[in-house]
């Protein structure tokens, strides 16, 4: 659990501290944003697994919030924390891509048990989420938080973007990486740029994937790339 990120975006400053905090408490890190303005930006800058989005928010509110952030990502869960219990807002909160709705107030506890179903949810149907930082493939050992890439006594020390890339396709080890869902995980964005960014990436992991011919990272034209090797990744 302690590894999961959590973006909480609420104005009001007793309860955002005291939601910070229990969450904190329970093994999540979690980045605490007073309005909606400051919580898109931090969601530009980070990669998050789950967003904690009040509705009534200044500057810019929840739902607002979460359009701009559908427009990139499809992926993240989202959960709207509102006073308002009106049917109208609770379909607008679904329809616009929220995957949860909770009315204040609520119980902390309720709120951890669906935070923790929903991340459950999207584990299971998204691979990328897993919690796992570590793995063993062909004669390498790549650990993700130290973002090191071992090859016998040789270590490389891996830039942010290789690490999440490589982690990504260790992942979807022997199986398709779309790579559109790559672009918005990492870059949030699946333009031409970045698209062309990811390439230059795939290239540097290549050369650094050298050493054992056993494991290549293949192009599939029009999709993505695929993550090959004899052995298969283990935690």
């Known amino acids: 659990m302690a590894s999961f990120k959590l973006l909480l975006v609420e104005d009001d400053p007793n ?3 005291i939601l910070n905090e229990y969450l904190t408490l329970k093994g999540y890190e979690t980045t605490l944003c007073r309005d909606g303005e400051e919580g898109v930006s931090a969601f530009k800058k980070e990669q998050y697994d789950l967003c904690l989005f009040d509705v009534m928010l200044p500057k810019k509110d929840g739902f607002s919030m979460a359009k701009e952030i559908r427009r990139t990502d499809s ?17 607008e909160g679904f329809k616009i891509g929220g995957d949860d709705y909770i009315t204040k107030p609520f119980s902390m506890e309720e ?23 570590e793995f063993d493939f062909g004669s390498f050992h790549f650990d993700y938080d130290k973002q090191l890439l ?6 490389t020390k ?6 999440e890339l490589l982690r ?21 964005d699946d333009s031409y740029f970045n698209a ?9 992991l290549r050369k650094h994937l050298k050493p054992d011919p056993t494991v290549q990272i293949m192009t599939l034209h029009g999709s993505g790339f695929k993550l090959i090797t004899d052995a298969q990744i283990t935690e």
């Not at 992926?75 to 709207?80: L, M």
């Not at 709120?111 to 930082?133: G, H, W």
């Not at 071992?150 to 270590?155: A, L, M, P, S, Y």
């Not at 891996?158 to 690490?163: A, Y």
Request: hydrophobic share 40%; net charge positive.
């Open 15 to 17: 309860l955002g501290q």
């Open 75 to 91: 992926v993240t869960p989202i959960i709207f924390l509102t006073a308002k219990s009106m049917k109208e807002d609770t379909i």
């Open 111 to 133: 709120l951890l048990l669906r935070i923790q179903a929903i991340l459950r949810r999207t584990a299971e149907k998204n691979p990328q989420v897993s919690d796992q930082k």
């Open 150 to 155: 071992i090859h016998g006594n040789d270590q």
């Open 158 to 163: 891996l830039t942010s973007k290789e690490s």
């Open 168 to 188: 990504l396709l260790c992942l979807h080890v022997n199986q398709p990486l779309d790579r559109s869902t790559a672009l918005k995980i990492i870059w949030r």
């Open 196 to 204: 062309r960014s990811m390439d230059v990436y795939i290239a540097k």
